[in-house]
């Protein structure tokens, strides 16, 4: 019971740290960090723990980037639903929507080849 309470706990005490770290960037990288926030949650990993480790790592690069003055266009690229996808890809190993596109493609190449008989 102890262990429930405590991982509850710190993901909450985690939560509010990065809420804060994120209320210091300044508003043009905060409103960058928002929009691929909202983007982890509706098409990021399925687990608690690799969303915790995805927001992370997105709050540090943005940090660093606004310490160092880099554009924001520098670090999303020309298309940033790009780099979005290709950010979130990093902590979504095996989701749902993987695990049913890769059934998909076996079922659909299964069809194929026995259409070409």
């Known amino acids: 019971m102890m262990s429930i309470l405590n991982k509850i706990l710190g993901e909450k005490k985690q939560w509010k740290l990065y809420k804060a770290r994120k209320k ?29 480790r995805a927001l992370d790592d997105l709050i540090d690069l943005f940090e660093q980037s606004a310490a160092l003055g880099t554009p924001i266009r ?5 298309n940033p639903a790009d780099f979005a996808e290709a950010f979130v890809s990093n902590y979504t190993q095996d989701t749902w929507r993987e695990r049913q596109v890769r059934r998909v493609n076996e079922a659909l190449e299964a069809a194929i080849v026995q259409d070409n008989r």
């Open 24 to 52: 210091q960037l300044p508003a043009n990288y905060r409103a960058a960090v928002d929009a691929l926030e909202r983007h982890i949650f509706y098409c990021g990993p399925e687990t608690g723990d690799a969303t915790a």
């Open 74 to 78: 520098d670090i999303v690229g020309e």
